[in-house]
């Protein structure tokens, strides 16, 4: 009787775990990971041979021959790092401007000025150009480089010389 009690228990504690086994759900839980970006805008930098041009205030430079074609030394137009979600086109728009002379307004040099592109952007209409930046993150960097050229005029009047160019950049 003992032996029967000892086996009816036994199949008892089997029987209970084998059921309690087939009865649990397996476990089951979503773990969702969210995360925002934030957009960093593109901020534009330019500067003439190393130093930074402010663009509140006219940059001059002074000591050019323009009796002799020439040009000045490198502009390099700098993105800083930036991130977005569709590709963005920047414009850099020259526009450049024949030698004046401040003394005699009225008399006008044939100095030709024109920007010349070393890299970086491409001309899509005169004085015009452009560079694109593919979506995502990108980290800061040169997008163009140029000079601005001039033909000299040997026959020019004495007095003093201005030519005022602009540069404006936009992103579309």
Do not use: C, H
């Amino acid at each position: 009787m003992k032996k029967f009690i000892y086996i009816i228990s036994l199949m008892s504690i089997t029987l209970s775990t084998l059921y309690a086994a087939t009865t649990q759900l397996p476990y089951r839980s979503e773990v969702v990971l969210q995360s925002k970006i934030e957009t960093i805008p593109y901020q534009f930098t330019v500067n003439y041979e190393n130093e930074e041009i402010n663009p509140a205030q006219s940059f001059i430079i002074n000591g050019l021959s323009i009796t002799q074609d020439g040009e000045t030394g490198l502009f390099t137009i700098y993105l800083s790092d930036g991130n977005g979600n569709k590709t963005v086109t920047f414009k850099a728009i020259i526009t450049p401007n024949r030698f004046i002379n401040t003394d005699a307004p009225e008399s006008e040099s044939d100095t030709d000025v024109v920007p010349y592109i070393i890299n970086g952007l491409t001309e899509d209409e005169q004085n015009v150009y452009e560079a694109v930046r593919a979506p995502g993150f990108k980290d800061g960097k040169e997008i163009g480089v140029f000079r601005i050229r001039w033909t000299g005029d040997p026959d020019l009047q004495t007095g003093f010389y201005t030519s005022v160019n602009t540069l404006d950049i936009s992103v579309e």
